[in-house]
């Protein structure tokens, strides 16, 4: 067969099996997704444009990554202008919880967040799982384990949320571009933490006072076909 470069590939190749041209981002796929859509951009104004058009409801799970520890301010916007929409009883994954995140123990009381799936907490949030805050108990595992669980489809997520400094029209996201690119940065105790290029607590000498605490990043969401 030829491909869309008008190369000649076989049809089957040995320990492989079944051989398919790539056709176009649009064409489907084995499991009747497809890669992208006919044109248009898929950026959005704001957050409260990327939840409606994430289709998220009442109960719906949502998750996040913890890649910008305890400078990470996506997850409190997100959750903040879901409760501006009205929404309640939402169960959220994120991969960590830090002291950034006291904003939710607020929405926690007001019963905006119903549960948490979790590798790791702490900070007032964690304070609050302590005292009984959630309407129902938490899920604490390894960060393996909430691999293994998105996997299996235990943990079933309706939308995952991701900063990121630099997207292009379509989606594609990475840590390298843009003007707050992302670097490793060695802390003073000798552990590593993702930091934004150019923030105030990246230092030549690749040392930080401490984990940084403000960032302006770019969100990707990713939905679940219901």
Aim: hydrophobic share 35%; net charge positive.
């Amino acid at each position: 067969m030829r491909n869309v470069l008008g190369r000649e590939l076989p049809y089957t190749i040995d320990g492989i099996g079944e051989l398919r041209s790539y056709g176009s981002p649009t064409m489907t796929r084995d499991d009747g997704f497809t890669s992208g859509r006919n044109g248009g951009s898929k950026l959005l104004a704001n957050i409260r444009s990327a939840l409606a058009a994430g289709d998220v409801r009442d109960g719906a799970m949502l998750s996040f990554h913890h890649h910008l520890r305890n400078g990470d301010h996506v997850m409190n916007l997100v959750l903040i202008e879901a409760a501006r929409m009205g929404l309640r009883d939402l169960r959220i994954a994120p991969s960590s919880n830090f002291p950034v995140h006291e904003p939710l123990v607020a929405l926690l009381n007001a019963g905006v967040i119903r549960s948490v799936h979790t590798a790791y907490a702490s900070g007032p949030v964690a304070d609050a799982i302590g005292r009984g805050g959630l309407r129902v108990p938490a899920v604490l595992q390894s960060h393996g384990g909430r691999a293994r669980a998105i996997e299996s489809g235990e943990l079933m997520i309706d939308v995952a949320f991701i900063a990121a400094p630099a997207s292009d029209d379509y989606g594609n996201i990475n840590g390298i571009s843009g003007r707050k690119r992302m670097r490793h940065t060695r802390l003073r105790d000798g552990r590593r933490a993702l930091c934004q290029a150019g923030c105030r607590h990246h230092r030549p000498s690749g040392e930080v006072s401490d984990l940084p605490r403000r960032h302006h990043a770019g969100l990707r969401g990713f939905r679940r076909s219901r």
